[in-house]
């Protein structure tokens, strides 16, 4: 942010006088400007009285002429006032300009406050204009000054309040005008002003003249008075070189000078807590030895030799150079608070031959996240840490960790103002059903809080993960999901608390009803091994520890083999037979699926290649493609190639694709999935009834086979609606021209039913279990042998 501070830039006309107003060409305020001004800016006018409505439409037009007449570029301008406050976060995030009105400073400060200005200006990239009352109410530390009759004598007049924080800076605008008016029978200055200056500071400037407020930079422009300690002095041109004391407050360590060549200091500034711990840049008298002395006293013990190392003179000047500035985060702990702290080294700019460091606490910055203004990260771990401290835990107390579901589907489907909107909702919403003891924003959509057990009602829980966006013309329905840790021991860090709630959070399914889980040991468990698992792939493939089992598929009606699904399975070297439920949705989420995958492929392909060259028995053998491998060229030309190979039989080879899968393929996937089907592919459509169904998807791509998903299969013979549903979609695939096989099938009840119903084929333990190449060329090759095998049931089931 870059802020102007004026008495007023645009020369004065009565607001019932018709006819433009002009800026103030005085003391180069058109050329400064210009230095900031962006192209096609947007402005904002925030009013100093909200209910004037007619004012502050003239005074929104006439800054829009005036700044077109100076030759500025003005995309549009908005008027913020009474009648739009409700807008006012959506109106400064879509401005590039915020001028900040003048009239009558106590109404105009009430009304910052109303809209909450202060943490909307928070963080604001663009150019904020202040004139008149709106440049006395950007202080800290407000001065109302009395304007109106009764204001002097009335003793509940508030003079001193505190405002939108963008300076220190307490100025009194309009001297020309000030200095010869009275108020109830009282000279405004010597009567007033003077005395309410004991231990404070007033600027008092001219018309036309103007401070601009630049990062650490402070200029004057224009004429005026300085009035401190009921003294009148002259104000300097340049305030950050002369006057810190006036603006180094509240966060700013010290600030001096640095003549580059020698190392010499010239002290601008020193705080309270260096005086407090003897450190002094005057009595050091250059930047070595100050850094030593600042280092050892106040640096943490890790971090003190790599900031001496790091304050070398050509290092310094190197950074400068390339950089514009050279800047150093360290910490330091004392009287047991942690602060971060900011040493930054530039030129001064106004003279390149002398450098500034500034070192500022910026522990708040850290701590506090710009946008929500709740705690950040880091500033929940600290205090997070000494809130569970004191907590008696008997009481029971958890952390939670929330997701937004979606949220960058809201971006982009809404734009970021909605997306920001639906981060404020879900803020309010947890502070609302929750209280929480303490809040805070990890990063994007993500908050985590710690909060009473008796909160996590599920009337409560339910209140947080299903949520609507409203706005406009706007609706949409997202869902939040919720990783709960309980806190049984303070000795377990914040830390680990965050990351057993987030691994909570992770486990919640898109099929699950309830968007909240909560943590246990067994998901930890799990995820180690996930971990050991993603480590030990590669591993896994050179020794050959990956092997595909088969899973034969029988005509319904005949029982005979007439094809097979390739599954994989892992043996692990110290874990044994690891379950794919375990590791393949590890890998997916590492994305390094698609390595087994190819090398599933490469096995399946084999063996059939084999087993057709030496003679022997083979029905088609499906392998699974996932969403991913679609993305990995790789995969897709090694298949192709395989399967060109003149010496795999032609219609061996089948593809089982999910529908979640299908539904996000692009072209180039689709197209490969045509070429397949040309060389005698078949393409199987998996799980179909798992949560994703559509008729659409039927309708767009003619899949030679669809598999019914073994929840649809389970439901048999206690579900009437599902019997319904199984026997419509195998009509209606046979229409298609599709296949239909039945996948989970395991009792004589369902068999029986799926014959009746028409259904082409059945995969199950009714049949076979998934079993080694050996046992399943075993079958092909030994027809009778298989038959006497299912009679007796008892082997496979």
Same mark, same amino acid.
């Given at each position: 942010?870059?802020? =102007?501070?004026?008495?007023? =830039?645009?020369?004065?006309?009565?607001?019932?006088?018709?006819?433009?107003?002009?800026?103030?060409?005085?003391?180069?305020?058109?050329?400064?400007?210009?230095?900031?001004?962006?192209?096609?800016?947007?402005?904002?006018?925030?009013?100093?009285?909200?209910?004037?409505?007619?004012?502050?439409?003239?005074?929104?037009?006439?800054?829009?002429?005036?700044?077109?007449?100076?030759?500025? +570029?003005?995309?549009?301008?908005?008027?913020?006032?009474?009648?739009?406050?409700?807008?006012?976060?959506?109106?400064?995030?879509?401005?590039?300009?915020?001028?900040?009105?003048?009239?009558?400073? &106590?109404?105009?400060?009430?009304? !910052?406050?109303?809209?909450?200005?202060?943490?909307?200006?928070?963080?604001? &990239?663009?150019?904020?204009?202040?004139?008149?009352?709106?440049?006395?109410?950007?202080?800290?530390?407000?001065?109302?000054?009395?304007?109106?009759?009764?204001?002097?004598?009335?003793?509940?007049?508030?003079?001193?309040?505190?405002?939108?924080?963008?300076?220190?800076?307490?100025?009194?605008?309009?001297?020309?005008?000030?200095?010869?008016?009275?108020?109830?029978?009282?000279?405004?200055?010597?009567?007033?002003?003077?005395?309410?200056?004991?231990?404070?500071?007033?600027?008092?400037?001219?018309?036309?003249? #103007?401070?601009?407020?630049?990062?650490?930079?402070?200029?004057?422009?224009?004429?005026? /008075?300085?009035?401190?300690?009921?003294?009148?002095?002259?104000?300097?041109?340049?305030?950050?070189?002369?006057?810190?004391?006036?603006?180094?407050?509240?966060?700013?360590?010290?600030?001096?000078?640095?003549?580059?060549?020698?190392?010499?200091?010239?002290?601008?500034?020193?705080?309270?807590?260096?005086?407090?711990?003897?450190?002094?840049?005057?009595?050091?008298?250059?930047?070595?030895?100050?850094?030593?002395?600042?280092?050892?006293?106040?640096?943490?013990?890790?971090?003190?030799?790599?900031?001496?190392?790091?304050?070398?003179?050509?290092?310094?000047?190197?950074?400068?150079?390339?950089?514009?500035?050279?800047?150093?985060?360290?910490?330091?702990?004392?009287?047991?608070?942690?602060?971060?702290?900011?040493?930054?080294?530039?030129?001064?700019?106004?003279?390149?031959?002398? *450098?500034?460091?500034?070192?500022?606490?910026?522990?708040?910055?850290?701590?506090?996240?710009?946008?929500?203004?709740?705690?950040? $990260?880091?500033?929940?771990?600290?205090?997070?840490?000494?809130?569970?401290?004191?907590?008696?835990?008997?009481?029971?107390?958890?952390?939670?960790?929330?997701?937004?579901?979606?949220?960058?589907?809201?971006?982009?489907?809404?734009?970021? /103002?909605?997306?920001?909107?639906?981060?404020?909702?879900?803020?309010?919403?947890?502070?609302?059903?929750?209280?929480?003891?303490?809040?805070?924003?990890?990063?994007? +959509?993500?908050?985590?809080?710690?909060?009473?057990?008796?909160?996590?009602?599920?009337?409560?829980? $339910?209140?947080?993960?299903?949520?609507?966006?409203?706005?406009?013309?706007?609706?949409?329905?997202?869902?939040?999901?919720?990783?709960?840790?309980?806190?049984?021991?303070?000795?377990?860090?914040?830390?680990?608390?965050?990351?057993?709630?987030?691994?909570?959070?992770?486990?919640?399914?898109?099929?699950?009803?309830?968007?909240?889980?909560?943590?246990?040991? $067994?998901?930890?468990?799990? #995820?180690?091994?996930?971990?050991?698992?993603?480590?030990?792939?590669?591993?896994?493939?050179?020794?050959?520890?990956?092997?595909? =089992?088969?899973?034969?598929?029988?005509?319904?009606?005949?029982?005979?083999?007439?094809?097979?699904?390739?599954?994989?399975?892992?043996?692990?070297?110290?874990?044994?037979?690891?379950?794919?439920?375990?590791?393949?949705?590890?890998?997916?989420?590492?994305?390094?699926?698609?390595?087994?995958?190819?090398?599933?492929?490469?096995?399946?392909?084999?063996?059939?290649?084999?087993?057709?060259? /030496?003679?022997?028995?083979?029905?088609?053998?499906?392998?699974?493609?996932?969403?991913?491998?679609?993305?990995?060229?790789?995969?897709?030309?090694?298949?192709?190639?395989?399967?060109?190979?003149?010496?795999?039989?032609?219609?061996?080879?089948?593809?089982?694709?999910?529908?979640?899968?299908?539904?996000?393929?692009?072209?180039?996937?689709?197209?490969?999935?045509?070429?397949?089907?040309?060389?005698?592919?078949?393409?199987?459509?998996?799980?179909?009834?798992?949560?994703?169904?559509?008729?659409?998807?039927?309708?767009?791509?003619?899949?030679?086979?669809?598999?019914?998903?073994?929840?649809?299969?389970?439901?048999?013979?206690?579900?009437?609606?599902?019997?319904?549903?199984?026997?419509?979609?195998?009509?209606?695939?046979?229409? !298609?021209?599709?296949?239909?096989?039945?996948?989970?099938?395991?009792? /004589?009840?369902?068999?029986?039913?799926?014959?009746?119903? *028409?259904?082409?084929?059945?995969?199950?333990?009714? !049949? #076979?279990?998934?079993?080694?190449?050996?046992?399943?060329?075993?079958?092909?090759?030994?027809?009778?042998?298989?038959?006497?095998?299912?009679?007796? $049931?008892?082997? =496979?089931?």
């Amino acid at each position: 942010m870059v802020l =102007f501070l004026t008495s007023s =830039f645009v020369e004065y006309r009565d607001i019932n006088d018709p006819g433009p107003v002009h800026i103030l060409s005085d003391y180069g305020f058109m050329d400064n400007l210009k230095k900031y001004w962006m192209e096609n800016s947007g402005l904002l006018v925030v009013a100093a009285d909200p209910e004037d409505e007619k004012t502050n439409d003239i005074t929104a037009g006439r800054m829009e002429a005036a700044f077109r007449m100076a030759g500025l +570029d003005v995309r549009d301008v908005n008027v913020l006032d009474g009648r739009n406050s409700s807008m006012a976060f959506d109106l400064v995030r879509n401005s590039d300009v915020v001028i900040l009105c003048g009239g009558h400073a &106590p109404t105009q400060n009430e009304f !910052f406050k109303k809209i909450g200005l202060k943490n909307l200006l928070t963080g604001f &990239p663009g150019l904020v204009i202040s004139l008149s009352a709106g440049s006395v109410n950007c202080a800290e530390n407000v001065y109302m000054f009395p304007e109106n009759p009764g204001e002097a004598d009335d003793p509940d007049f508030v003079r001193f309040t505190d405002g939108l924080g963008l300076t220190d800076i307490s100025i009194i605008p309009h001297y020309s005008y000030v200095k010869e008016l009275s108020v109830d029978g009282k000279d405004l200055i010597y009567d007033v002003i003077l005395p309410d200056s004991l231990g404070r500071k007033f600027y008092m400037i001219e018309d036309g003249s #103007y401070f601009i407020i630049d990062s650490d930079v402070i200029k004057f422009h224009g004429r005026g /008075e300085v009035l401190e300690n009921g003294t009148l002095g002259q104000i300097d041109t340049h305030i950050s070189e002369n006057d810190w004391n006036a603006v180094m407050t509240g966060g700013y360590v010290c600030v001096f000078e640095v003549e580059p060549t020698t190392g010499k200091t010239f002290t601008k500034y020193t705080s309270d807590f260096l005086n407090k711990y003897d450190v002094s840049v005057t009595k050091c008298g250059n930047i070595q030895n100050f850094i030593q002395e600042f280092a050892s006293k106040l640096v943490v013990e890790n971090e003190r030799e790599t900031l001496i190392a790091h304050m070398n003179p050509d290092l310094i000047d190197e950074e400068v150079r390339s950089l514009g500035s050279f800047s150093r985060t360290v910490h330091s702990e004392k009287g047991g608070i942690r602060r971060a702290m900011d040493i930054r080294i530039r030129p001064l700019e106004y003279d390149y031959s002398m *450098g500034i460091c500034i070192i500022q606490d910026i522990t708040e910055m850290i701590d506090r996240d710009w946008m929500t203004d709740i705690l950040s $990260r880091t500033g929940f771990l600290r205090d997070a840490e000494n809130c569970i401290r004191s907590l008696d835990l008997s009481i029971g107390y958890s952390l939670i960790y929330t997701n937004i579901q979606g949220f960058k589907t809201i971006n982009d489907l809404f734009g970021e /103002e909605s997306g920001d909107m639906v981060i404020f909702m879900v803020r309010d919403k947890i502070k609302e059903v929750f209280a929480p003891l303490l809040i805070g924003r990890l990063e994007s +959509d993500h908050f985590v809080a710690i909060v009473k057990n008796e909160f996590l009602k599920t009337s409560r829980m $339910r209140e947080l993960t299903q949520m609507t966006y409203k706005s406009t013309y706007k609706q949409y329905d997202f869902n939040v999901t919720c990783g709960i840790y309980h806190i049984t021991d303070s000795g377990v860090s914040v830390g680990i608390m965050i990351d057993r709630a987030k691994l909570a959070e992770s486990n919640i399914s898109d099929s699950d009803t309830a968007m909240y889980s909560e943590y246990t040991d $067994r998901m930890r468990s799990d #995820y180690v091994n996930q971990m050991l698992l993603i480590s030990d792939l590669s591993e896994a493939l050179r020794e050959k520890e990956l092997v595909a =089992f088969y899973q034969p598929i029988v005509d319904t009606f005949t029982h005979k083999v007439v094809s097979a699904e390739s599954l994989i399975r892992w043996r692990h070297h110290d874990l044994g037979m690891v379950s794919p439920g375990l590791f393949i949705p590890a890998l997916e989420a590492s994305g390094k699926v698609s390595r087994v995958d190819l090398y599933m492929a490469e096995t399946v392909f084999g063996m059939l290649r084999q087993s057709a060259q /030496e003679g022997q028995a083979i029905v088609p053998v499906s392998i699974n493609l996932s969403r991913i491998d679609f993305y990995d060229p790789t995969l897709l030309d090694r298949i192709g190639e395989m399967l060109c190979d003149e010496r795999f039989p032609a219609g061996a080879a089948k593809i089982e694709i999910t529908e979640s899968a299908y539904a996000n393929l692009e072209r180039n996937a689709l197209d490969f999935l045509s070429k397949m089907k040309e060389k005698k592919v078949k393409i199987l459509l998996d799980d179909y009834g798992s949560g994703m169904s559509s008729l659409s998807t039927l309708e767009s791509y003619e899949f030679d086979t669809i598999k019914l998903d073994i929840g649809f299969i389970r439901k048999i013979g206690q579900s009437s609606k599902a019997e319904t549903i199984i026997r419509s979609t195998i009509s209606m695939a046979h229409a !298609f021209g599709s296949d239909v096989i039945a996948e989970g099938v395991e009792t /004589e009840q369902q068999l029986a039913f799926l014959s009746d119903a *028409g259904c082409d084929m059945i995969q199950g333990y009714y !049949f #076979y279990r998934p079993m080694p190449e050996e046992d399943f060329r075993d079958i092909m090759n030994n027809p009778c042998k298989t038959q006497m095998m299912l009679t007796d $049931r008892s082997l =496979f089931n």
